[in-house]
């Protein structure tokens, strides 16, 4: 681990680079900011430097992320299945960011990984990397992979490529994975790439109005339900989670990401130390778990050992097959 690449690193991605035209980049499902943002930061970047390239993502991203540059490029292996295992194969090189491990990019989408023969790069932020990648450039102290893919341009010697544009991106990331960098993990280092950043153009302000303030009124009606109705406050042990049915969701027109941050709302209850939230997803009888803590509680371990999922110290995500309210019962009784 290192916030660094090695120097044999950057020869063997260099050696890996001679032999490619066409590059795939790859994030996880349900893709975030951070993932959204590494992967057209980084396809800006070696698109300038003459690549082909191609976007690649399990399922679709929320709507206030498409405003990033190359976004209504991105091919989806949701919807385009045929298409993208097409391009996987005939890719000389494939990028896989803000991912650990394959089992990220979905059942359908990992066993077709599993055949490929491309030499992959993965650069990543989350606890125990899998060795999968013929480089890997693996380090949990950064706050996102966005941070990384800046740090990894830079040490490319590729900084003369990073457009705007494609800052806007690494900086859309950057911005969500640090919660507007209020996380313990930001550092000097992190400012001084947004200062630097800004030094060359990047405008901070649009990115957060794009983000942040363009929900649509159902969105605000779902959230300010699940604070209403579908919170639960443990005082004694400081735990509180939110949960919603399949039900509701439709009820209030849920869209991809409107339910992003209800966890973290959930957090910042005075006294709450670990919070939940629990959806009931699209597949019968799974429970999708969000997990967020403050201080020392490990909510990678908890999400790994009773959750079937994993991620950082203090988010983590997984899954669980049950009813909403037994996944509810389940959570207070092992929070107790
Ligand atoms: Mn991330």
């Known amino acids: 681990m290192s916030r660094k690449l090695l120097e044999s690193d950057v020869n063997e991605i260099n050696e890996l680079l001679k032999?490619?035209?066409?590059?795939?980049?790859?994030?996880?499902?349900?893709?975030?900011?951070?993932?959204?943002?590494?992967?057209?930061?980084?396809?800006?970047?070696?698109?300038?430097?003459?690549?082909?390239?191609?976007?690649?993502?399990p399922n679709p991203i929320p709507r206030f992320y498409r405003f990033m540059f190359g976004a209504e490029g991105i091919k989806y292996y949701s919807q385009e299945q045929n298409e993208?295992?097409?391009?996987?194969?005939?890719?000389?090189?494939?990028?896989?960011?803000?991912?650990?491990?394959?089992?990220?990019?979905?059942?359908?989408?990992?066993?077709?990984?599993?055949?490929?023969?491309?030499?992959?790069?993965?650069?990543?932020?989350?606890?125990?990397?899998?060795?999968?990648?013929?480089?890997?450039?693996?380090?949990?102290?950064?706050?996102?992979?966005?941070?990384?893919?800046?740090?990894?341009?830079?040490?490319?010697?590729?900084?003369?490529?990073?457009?705007?544009?494609?800052?806007?991106?690494?900086?859309?990331?950057?911005?969500?994975?640090?919660?507007?960098?209020?996380?313990?993990?930001?550092?000097?280092?992190?400012?001084?790439?947004?200062?630097?950043?800004?030094?060359?153009?990047?405008?901070?302000?649009?990115?957060?109005?794009?983000?942040?303030?363009?929900?649509?009124?159902?969105?605000?009606?779902?959230?300010?339900?699940?604070?209403?109705s579908k919170l639960e406050v443990?005082?004694?042990?400081?735990?509180?989670?939110?949960?919603?049915?399949?039900e509701e969701l439709e009820r209030f027109n849920h869209q991809s990401g409107d339910t992003e941050g209800l966890v973290n709302q959930a957090l910042s209850i005075d006294g709450v130390h670990l919070a939940a939230f629990f959806k009931e997803s699209e597949d019968e009888g799974k429970i999708k778990c969000s997990f967020r803590s403050q201080g020392n509680f490990d909510v990678n371990t908890f999400a790994r050992t009773h959750w079937n999922g994993g991620g950082h110290y203090n988010a983590a995500g997984g899954h669980w097959v049950g009813t909403l309210r037994e996944a509810v019962e389940r959570f207070k009784v092992l929070t107790a």
């Not at 991912?99 to 077709?112: I, V």
């Open 19 to 57: 032999k490619s035209k066409r590059i795939v980049i790859c994030s996880h499902y349900n893709p975030d900011g951070d993932a959204v943002g590494s992967v057209l930061g980084l396809s800006a970047v070696l698109k300038q430097k003459g690549y082909q390239v191609e976007a690649i993502l």
């Open 234 to 246: 443990w005082q004694e042990s400081g735990v509180a989670v939110v949960y919603l049915s399949q």
């Open 84 to 228: 993208c295992e097409s391009s996987l194969c005939s890719a000389d090189l494939i990028f896989l960011l803000d991912l650990n491990h394959l089992g990220r990019l979905g059942d359908k989408m990992s066993a077709f990984f599993e055949s490929l023969e491309a030499p992959m790069i993965m650069i990543d932020h989350h606890q125990q990397p899998s060795d999968i990648a013929k480089v890997l450039y693996s380090d949990t102290t950064f706050t996102s992979t966005c941070e990384m893919v800046y740090h990894f341009v830079d040490q490319m010697g590729w900084m003369e490529f990073l457009s705007v544009r494609a800052m806007e991106c690494v900086y859309a990331g950057m911005v969500t994975d640090t919660a507007s960098f209020r996380f313990p993990v930001v550092t000097a280092d992190t400012h001084r790439i947004v200062a630097n950043m800004m030094d060359k153009g990047l405008k901070h302000a649009p990115i957060h109005q794009a983000i942040y303030d363009t929900q649509s009124e159902s969105r605000l009606r779902l959230v300010a339900y699940a604070l209403s």
